[in-house]
């Protein structure tokens, strides 16, 4: 199964590397880590999942880029307990 939800970055999102889970995904997320890959498949890192938060995206910034206003899409492979990110404008 696959899941995905997008975001706009803010500032704070940059800074921190975290950013919250969806009410509606909070069920699917049942694992406390998840493998962080980029769209090519290249391996960034690990995201934690905690309450209501996600963390572990400062690797995939650094390495990616992204600002203030930019689009992050997550899929979620559950299977694979894979976690996708890439950017959108």
Do not use: C, Q
């Not at 939800?5 to 940059?14: K, V």
């Not at 969806?22 to 880590?33: H, N």
């Not at 995939?60 to 299977?79: C, K, Q, T």
């Amino acid at each position: 199964p696959r899941v995905w939800a997008m975001y706009r970055l803010s500032a704070g999102m940059l800074r921190s590397g975290v950013v919250s889970v969806p009410g509606g995904m909070k069920k699917y997320l049942t694992a406390d880590a998840y493998e962080l890959r980029g769209p090519d498949g290249a391996h960034i890192g690990r995201v934690g999942v905690g309450g209501n938060n996600m963390w572990g995206y400062i690797p995939f910034f650094r390495r990616r880029g992204g600002g203030v206003g930019d689009f992050i899409r997550l899929d979620f492979n559950l299977a694979g307990g894979i976690f996708e990110a890439g950017l959108r404008d």
